[in-house]
């Protein structure tokens, strides 16, 4: 019991400090068979061609801190064409790792170009323990040559 609840302050207080950084995650390495028809997106060229990259290929071990204490990773981040995003992770501490669950939104702003744009990522639901919901991120995304560079902005 008192391993139990040493484990989850750990990770309670791994989740509460989040730095800026730029995390990268590998594409996965089949195309989803998905298209953006649906999807919310800005109407240029440059967010077309982005959200086509973001749909089609989920991110893959994306650890969105570098905070010390418990590990927290995204094993996989699937973006769906009706501005959803579903994602698998791991919470790890003092040698014992649990898998979990997050779900949200996501919006994109206009492009810079085919492979970065500027997203809002809302989290709207977890089952990781010590992680808030109803959690916005701003990021700076890049998918680029099979990986995810990710910047908080």
């Not at 509460?16 to 997106?41: D, Q, R, Y």
């Not at 982005?50 to 699937?78: C, M, Q, S, W």
């Not at 919470?91 to 790792?97: F, I, K, L, N, P």
Request: aromatic letters at 8%; a negative charge.
């Amino acid at each position: 019991m008192f391993r139990s609840a040493l484990v989850l302050t750990t990770l309670l207080l791994a989740a509460c400090g989040a730095k800026k950084t730029e995390p990268k995650a590998t594409a996965s390495a089949a195309p989803a068979e998905e298209s953006i028809a649906g999807a919310k997106i800005p109407d240029d060229a440059a967010s077309k061609s982005f959200a086509e990259k973001l749909i089609k290929h989920d991110a893959t071990n994306f650890k969105p801190t570098d905070a010390a204490g418990a590990g927290f990773i995204y094993r996989t981040v699937d973006f769906k064409s009706d501005n959803t995003w579903w994602a698998m992770a791991e919470m790890s501490a003092d040698g014992e790792t649990i898998e979990c669950k997050e779900q949200g939104t996501w919006e994109l702003d206009t492009a810079a170009d085919e492979h970065t744009a500027p997203m809002t990522w809302t989290l709207t639901r977890t089952s990781c323990a010590g992680r808030p919901e109803n959690n916005v991120l701003r990021l700076k995304v890049n998918i680029e040559k099979g990986e995810y560079r990710i910047v908080f902005r």
